[in-house]
């Protein structure tokens, strides 16, 4: 039987507890693995970017710059306001709180340039990758990419992150986005998939 996905009471719990529980901001790992996220990402600019899992927003700060437009989620309402906070003067980047899949934002077919789901994937059920994946591919523009950051280190969660990976890919590959490249380190990878791969 599937595990199911953590809700928002988990989240929230953690974040009320630590305002930074996983030590984005101060971090020397995080800032390595923020810099190669960057790096593949691209320069852009993107006229639309979704970022599915923000937490506290210091790579949607990092990133707001090479985007005209970025919507940032959370599933914690705790974190979400210290993104807010962080990026106050990012006049171009707008928060959501909700639970993803099933809170998936309303936004037009092949609308997003960019979608970027860091650190996020192995919290949800197999069936919610897939339905993630779904709604990813109904929102990503033709020529749009998908970027993945996942932990592959030891995990209490309801997927590692390779499982999370693996299965999010292969949805998508089912429908036609191919990958564009993959990179292993000690403890995590990144994977960027799009329907045409282009280098900037």
Known sequence: MSKQSWDRH???????EDADPWKFETSPYEREKYA?????????????????GCSIGVL??????RCHTLLAVDIAETALKRAEKRCGSCNNVSFLNA??????????????????????LYFLSRPDIVHLAH??????????????????????????????????????????????????????????????CVTD
């Open 135 to 196: 709604e990813c591919l109904f929102v990503l523009q033709p020529k749009g990419r998908i970027v993945l950051v996942n932990w592959t280190g030891e995990t209490d969660t309801p997927c590692t992150g390779d499982e999370a990976a693996e299965l999010f890919m292969a949805t998508c590959r089912d429908h036609g986005l191919v990958l564009c490249s993959t990179q292993r380190f000690p403890t995590y990878r990144i994977d960027c998939l799009s329907r045409e």
């Open 60 to 65: 949607t700060e990092c990133l707001a710059s």
């Open 36 to 52: 190669l996220t960057l790096e593949c990402i691209g320069v852009g600019p993107f006229q639309t970017a979704l970022e599915l």
């Open 10 to 16: 988990v989240f929230e719990k953690l974040y009320r």
């Open 99 to 120: 639970q993803l899949p099933q809170e998936f934002p309303v936004l037009p077919q092949g609308s997003q340039n960019l979608i970027l789901i860091s650190e996020m």
